[in-house]
């Protein structure tokens, strides 16, 4: 027998290698709908609540709702409560959209808890 038949040979006696089962559960998409229904419904009871402790604190002040005012959560130590730069631009821009009105706030944030849960879900 040839060294290329022997070859050939060694090449037909490797079995195929099955691919492995599809993982079985539940569907993705299904769950993080299931969570983000659930977590709607844990904080439904406030979704029309007024502020609350230090809301007001955090709302963007009067002197800070204008785009200079942005300039200053950014660059101005003591422009805002805590200097947490990121979480004031949320708040003004959030100001921005609605106001004073809790309820845009209060949407918001049960966005940001119910994706926080699907990742730990998922």
Known sequence: MSERSRSKARVAAVAPVAAAPAASGPNPWLMGGLVLALTFLAYLPCIHGAALWDDDGHVTKVNLRSLQGLGQI?????????????????????????????????????????????????
């Open 74 to 122: 950014w660059f101005q130590l003591g422009a805002s409560q805590q200097y947490y730069p990121m979480l004031h631009s949320a708040f003004w821009l959030e100001h921005r959209l609605w106001g004073d009105a809790t309820l845009g706030y209060h949407l918001v944030n049960i966005f940001l808890h119910a994706a926080s849960a699907c990742l730990l879900v998922g």
